[in-house]
């Protein structure tokens, strides 16, 4: 939810406005939790459509780094990624074994060395 994401960039000092965060918001009103949905439900039940967000980036020729660790990852890694980092023991892991582009991950810190290594030095 966007609302967690921007309390972990405040305590983590990263600047939000400079991302581009495709998340589904929730809200207290009325003392009523309300959920709000980035994204209609799509083809495949997803309730923020990870697959349409990444084919905007794909389609303007953006090589995709994909990050993920669940069965909503699946499809637009699968279909769509160059690169997916997929934690280790998970079911996106699970379910891509033996890709060539699968890079099992166990910390987010793991992703950061690979990514300074392999594409930014």
């Known amino acids: 939810f966007q609302e967690f994401i921007e309390e972990i960039f405040k305590k983590e000092k990263i600047e939000s406005s400079l991302i581009d965060i495709r998340a589904n918001s929730m809200k207290i009103i009325d003392n009523k939790l309300t959920l ?22 794909k389609k303007k020729g953006n090589k995709i780094i ?6 909503s990852d699946i499809f637009p890694a699968r279909e769509l990624a160059d690169v997916i980092f997929a934690k280790e023991r998970e079911d996106l892991a ?14 987010f810190s793991e992703i950061q060395t690979i990514l300074n290594e392999k594409y930014f030095n």
Do not use: Q, W
């Open 94 to 107: 699970e379910k891509l074994k033996g890709d060539p582009r699968v890079i099992e991950f166990s910390n």
């Open 36 to 57: 709000s949905f980035l994204t209609d439900e799509c083809e495949h039940g997803c309730a923020n459509c990870k697959y349409s967000h990444v084919l905007e980036y």
């Open 66 to 71: 994909y990050i993920g660790d669940g069965l």
